[in-house]
């Protein structure tokens, strides 16, 4: 199947007004949204106070399938919870498993899997971004950063500070070194 075919066969309509559109007419989009939201933020078990004139936090991290991101995430995660940070976890990847037909295209075409799901991710994952600033979240935004319009709408942002990480693997036969680095000692 081709990737034309494939967003033809399992695309869901996407608004061009991410702010203002008819919940009905997208509602298999609006449904993908609001899991998202509740996934990132219901499940914030972490309920610390913040430390007050800190600042907001903002980390971004990029790099490749396997380079050692989750690994990274978990050890900010625990260092901004141990300076009383409550933290999320912002991962476009993990709202592309909410997306309506994910499995079907898994099954029947899964080389158009990142591309089908993401006419729907790619305007979820700015609006969580927007939703956890607005309300004043810390978070850690995991993704492959191909687009730096994400970062680049972060930069403006007067009340965080953002950390801007990498993670590279260089492969050596079978074995693989990671290199990761963010511009905040602990």
Same mark, same amino acid.
């Given at each position: 199947?081709?990737?034309?075919?494939?967003?033809?066969?399992?695309?869901? /309509?996407?608004?061009?007004? !991410?702010?203002?559109?008819?919940?009905?007419?997208?509602?298999?989009?609006?449904?993908?949204?609001?899991?998202?939201?509740?996934?990132?933020?219901?499940?914030?078990?972490?309920?610390?106070?913040?430390?007050?004139? @800190?600042?907001?936090?903002?980390?971004?991290?990029?790099?490749?399938?396997?380079?050692?991101?989750?690994?990274?995430?978990?050890?900010?995660?625990?260092?901004?919870?141990?300076?009383?940070?409550?933290?999320?976890?912002?991962?476009?990847?993990?709202?592309?498993?909410?997306?309506?037909?994910?499995?079907?295209?898994?099954?029947?075409? /899964?080389?158009?899997?990142?591309?089908?799901?993401?006419?729907?991710?790619?305007?979820?994952?700015?609006?969580?971004?927007?939703?956890?600033?607005?309300?004043?979240? @810390?978070? !850690?935004?995991?993704?492959?950063?191909?687009?730096?319009?994400?970062?680049?709408?972060?930069?403006?942002?007067?009340?965080?500070?953002?950390?801007?990480?990498?993670?590279?693997?260089?492969?050596?036969?079978?074995?693989?070194?990671?290199?990761?680095?963010?511009?905040? @000692?602990?």
């Amino acid at each position: 199947m081709k990737l034309d075919e494939a967003i033809k066969k399992y695309g869901i /309509p996407v608004p061009k007004d !991410i702010e203002n559109y008819d919940k009905e007419i997208y509602k298999e989009f609006d449904n993908m949204y609001l899991e998202s939201l509740y996934s990132t933020f219901y499940s914030m078990e972490d309920k610390t106070n913040e430390p007050k004139g @800190n600042g907001k936090v903002a980390v971004v991290l990029g790099g490749q399938t396997g380079a050692g991101k989750s690994s990274l995430i978990a050890d900010t995660k625990r260092n901004l919870q141990k300076e009383g940070r409550r933290i999320v976890v912002i991962d476009d990847d993990q709202y592309r498993k909410l997306y309506p037909y994910g499995k079907e295209i898994l099954r029947d075409c /899964p080389e158009h899997y990142t591309k089908v799901t993401a006419t729907a991710t790619s305007l979820i994952t700015p609006k969580i971004l927007k939703f956890a600033s607005e309300n004043g979240y @810390n978070f !850690i935004f995991d993704g492959t950063m191909k687009n730096p319009r994400i970062l680049n709408t972060m930069q403006t942002w007067d009340d965080y500070k953002i950390y801007n990480g990498s993670v590279k693997t260089k492969k050596f036969g079978k074995y693989s070194h990671t290199k990761w680095r963010i511009t905040k @000692n602990w």
